[in-house]
Nanobody, 126 residues
Framework: QVQLVESGGGLVQSGGSLRLSCAAS????????MGWFRQAPGNEREFVAA???????????DYADSVKGRFTISRDNAKNTVYLQMNGLKPEDTAVYYC????????????????WGQGTQVTVSS
């Protein structure tokens, strides 16, 4: 079992930045691939970014095309935390952002994730 708690959401102007954090507790953090998803009102929950499990110097990651070059996912195994640095925010990035954990090495598929946080609201004003 893994518990995930997101933080760092808020209101920001277009072009601004936010860093989301997701603190994990429970099973060994390094054994989980981690991901971020988001859901805007009336939309499906969509993939944002994913990062590989393990203990290594650099971690392979995947990004949705809509955030590539603007968002960066990272993890700190010593702190059991995964981050999502969001730069160049746009109004269309407005959504509830969810952290998720998977027993797979790394995946972009929502259904592959086993554990979810409660979400944190990100609102980007124009």
């Amino acid at each position: 079992q893994v518990q995930l708690v997101e933080s760092g959401g808020g209101l920001v102007q277009s072009g601004g930045s936010l860093r989301l954090s997701c603190a994990a507790s429970g099973r060994t953090f390094i054994t989980f691939g981690m991901g971020w998803f988001r859901q805007a009102p009336g939309n499906e929950r969509e993939f944002v970014a994913a990062i590989s499990w393990g203990r290594r110097s650099t971690y392979p990651a995947d990004y949705a095309d809509s955030v590539k070059g603007r968002f960066t996912i990272s993890r700190d195994n010593a702190k059991n935390t995964v981050y999502l640095q969001m730069n160049g925010l746009k109004p269309e990035d407005t959504a509830v952002y969810y952290c998720a954990a998977t027993t797979r090495p790394r995946t972009t598929i929502r259904g592959d994730y086993d554990y979810w946080g409660q979400g944190t609201q990100v609102t980007v004003s124009s």
